[in-house]
């Protein structure tokens, strides 16, 4: 089993910045690709961002790329989600995911095993 506790959300005005963590136990962290998704209420849970084992790949969601950047500390067993340029439309709860399949940055939600609570992220016009 993987825990994960994401923190960092909070109530932003339009183009500012905040950044997430997700702090992870239970599991050697470094096996784990991790992921970052978001949802509005009404709406799936989408794909955000992810990161493989080591950070040597990254993807994103055509709507946050150039404005996010994932990144992980295996030291600290921890991934942050940086977010800049905020927009009222990135207002979701975000949650981080944890893949077993280390060596990819997955994309899609089937392919996560682990979940976190979620943070919520509120952007004011």
């Known amino acids: 089993q993987v825990q994960l506790v994401e923190s960092g959300g909070g109530l932003v005005q339009a183009g500012g910045s905040l950044r997430l963590s997700c702090a992870a136990s239970?599991?050697?962290?470094?096996?784990?690709?991790m992921g970052w998704f978001r949802r509005t209420p009404g709406k799936q849970r989408e794909f955000v961002a992810s990161?493989?084992?080591?950070?040597?790949?990254?993807s994103y969601a055509d709507s946050v790329k150039d404005r996010f950047t994932i990144s992980r500390a295996n030291a600290n067993n921890t991934v942050y989600l940086q977010m800049n340029s905020l927009k009222p439309e990135d207002t979701a709860v975000y949650y981080c995911?944890?893949?077993?399949?280390?060596?990819?940055?997955?994309?899609?939600?089937?392919?996560?095993?682990?979940w976190g609570q979620g943070t919520q992220v509120t952007v004011s016009s």
């Open positions: 990161i493989n084992w080591n950070g040597g790949r990254t």
């Open positions: 239970g599991r050697t962290f470094s096996n784990y690709g």
């Open positions: 995911a944890a893949d077993s399949a280390g060596w990819r940055a997955a994309v899609t939600r089937g392919e996560y095993d682990y």
